[in-house]
C-alpha cells in the first residue's frame, strides 16, 4: 500500500503546454506540501495545504497552482511550461508536528 | 531559520559504523533536528528526529551535545544498501517549512 503516491512519475511535454500531477495520500494526515528538487538536487518547497488551505506559498511562479479537493489529495497544475520548471517534483503529507512522507517523484521534462 | 552544514560526501565500507556530523550553530531553543534519508530516483524518508541527548531507534541513533550547535547521525554496521543522501535539518518542528541543505552523499563500498 503506497502512503503518498504521485502520477504520472514522467511527464515529458514541450515548452508553452499546460500539465497536472496528482498527489493522494492514504495515511490521514491534514497536512500536505509540494516540492521541487532540481538538477542540482536542492529540495525546496513550493506549497503546502493544512486541511485543505494554502498555508505555505513560496515565491513560486503564478503558473504554479495547487489545488487540493479534499484532505487526501494535493494536485499542482502548471501552466505554460518553461524550461526551467524542468525537475523532480515531491508530494508529501505529515500531521502536525510530525515527519513528513514523501512521495516518490514526478520527473518533468520540457523539450 | 537555523542553517546547516554537513560533509558533500562520505565513504565507507559494508560493516563499519557511520557517523556524519551536521553543524547548527544558529539554532534556536524552539527548533528541532531531524534527519532523512534520500535514495536515487525516491522522495527522502524520515530517519530520526531529536532535541537534546540521545535518540536512538532500530536504524540509527542521533547525538546532540548539550549547546545544541552540532548532531550526529550514526548508523551502525552499514551495508550496501545504505549507500544515498543524509540530509540534515533543523526546523520549529517537523511540519511545515523543511529547509534541506545540499545533504551527505555516503557511498558503502563492499
Known amino acids: 500500500d503506497t502512503a503518498v503516491s504521485q502520477t504520472p512519475k514522467y511527464l515529458v511535454t514541450q515548452m508553452g503546454n499546460d500539465k497536472s500531477i496528482k498527489c493522494e495520500q492514504n495515511?490521514?494526515?491534514?497536512?500536505m506540501y509540494w516540492y521541487k528538487q532540481d538538477s542540482k538536487k536542492f529540495l525546496k518547497i513550493m506549497f503546502s495545504?493544512?486541511?485543505?488551505?494554502?498555508?505555505i506559498n513560496e515565491t513560486v511562479p503564478n503558473r504554479f497552482s495547487p489545488k487540493s479537493p479534499d484532505k487526501a489529495h494535493l494536485n499542482l497544475h502548471i501552466n505554460s511550461l518553461e524550461l526551467g520548471d524542468s525537475a523532480v517534483y515531491f508530494c508529501?503529507?505529515?500531521?502536525?508536528?510530525?515527519?513528513?512522507?514523501f512521495g516518490d517523484g514526478t520527473r518533468l521534462s520540457i523539450l | 531559520l537555523a542553517k546547516t552544514t554537513q560533509p558533500i560526501s562520505m565513504d565507507s565500507y559494508e560493516g563499519q559504523e557511520v557517523n556524519i556530523t551536521c553543524s547548527h550553530n544558529n539554532i534556536a531553543t524552539n527548533d528541532y533536528i531531524t534527519w532523512y534519508q534520500q535514495f536515487p530516483s525516491q522522495g527522502p524518508r524520515f530517519i530520526i528526529q531529536?532535541?537534546?541527548t540521545k535518540v536512538t531507534n532500530e536504524v540509527a541513533s542521533l547525538f546532540i551535545p548539550a549547546d545544541r550547535k552540532s548532531s550526529t547521525l550514526s548508523l551502525p554496521r552499514v551495508s550496501l544498501s545504505d549507500t544515498a543522501v543524509y540530509y540534515c535539518?533543523?526546523?520549529?518542528?517537523?511540519?511545515?517549512?523543511?529547509?534541506f541543505g545540499s545533504g551527505t552523499r555516503l557511498l558503502v563500498r563492499p
Open positions: 508529501a503529507s505529515s500531521h502536525a508536528n510530525q515527519p513528513q512522507h
Open positions: 495515511l490521514g494526515h491534514d497536512t
Open positions: 535539518l533543523v526546523n520549529r518542528d517537523s511540519s511545515y517549512k523543511l529547509i
Open positions: 495545504y493544512n486541511n485543505k488551505e494554502l498555508i
Open positions: 531529536g532535541y537534546k
